[in-house]
């Protein structure tokens, strides 16, 4: 089927610079988009989502920017602290089939280097 | 966002034998799904898990191996039968109101087959 990817399994910023995740999604029905983070150990904590008929969202500290013509998301967090290392995932689903879960992507480990 | 409960929080079973997760979220939501992450890997929908009538299962997953039940809006469990070492995953209930489309994740079931 299709499928969600990632350009980047492991990803090292210096702590205060900002890190740019990428992800590349094949299904153009997909009309929905979260960010998932996961520390070692625990479930995946939800970051932000963004809905196909927005380029940009903004969070705290973090942005998602979502380009529909090349089918390309990406996740910017600025400022990255110790905590922001972990593996991040992001996911597609589509409204249109009703409660249908989510595709996730590969994940990438976001090092943050003191 | 719910907060939501899985019990056992880790279990070493032996091949053959089945191991039932349970799923408890603090309100009542409209969807649970539940998926399952092999070691290193990203997460793989099973199942949506419908209150009231059978749960719907993805590509690749039979309810024979995974019956689900969900008596209520914030319960429901995902049996894994007959193990084997390749059932070695964490398995994760995710819920969502579906009021807007994101899904929040429980801590997960790490479990071992033997």
């Known amino acids: 089927g299709e499928s969600v990817g990632l350009h980047l399994p492991t990803l090292s910023v210096q702590e205060g610079d900002n890190s740019i995740i990428n992800c590349a999604y094949s299904?153009?029905?997909?009309?929905?988009f979260i960010w998932y983070k996961q520390e070692s150990g625990k479930g995946p904590q939800f970051i932000i989502d963004?809905?196909?008929?927005?380029d940009k969202r903004q969070g705290q500290r973090v942005t998602v920017l979502l380009n529909k013509t090349v089918k390309h998301l990406s996740l910017q967090i600025a400022a990255t602290q110790p905590g922001d290392s972990a593996v991040y995932f992001c996911a597609e689903g589509y409204s249109g089939g009703g409660a249908d879960g989510l595709t996730f992507g590969k994940g990438t480990h976001l090092i943050i280097q003191p | 966002s719910a907060v939501i409960s899985q019990k056992p929080s880790r279990d070493i079973c032996q091949r053959g034998t089945s191991l039932t997760i349970q799923c408890q979220v603090d309100s009542q939501v409209t969807m649970m799904f539940w998926y399952r992450q092999q070691p290193g890997q990203s997460l793989t929908l099973i199942a949506t898990a419908n209150q009231g009538s059978e749960a719907t299962y993805e590509s690749g997953f039979v309810i024979d191996k995974f019956p689900i039940s969900r008596p209520n809006l914030t319960f429901s469990t995902l049996t894994v039968s007959n193990m084997s070492p390749e059932d070695s995953s964490i398995y994760l209930c995710s819920v969502g109101t579906g009021l807007t489309y994101e899904q929040y994740f429980g801590p997960g079931t790490r479990l071992t087959v033997t």
């Open positions: 963004i809905r196909s008929n927005m």
């Open positions: 299904n153009s029905a997909s009309d929905y």
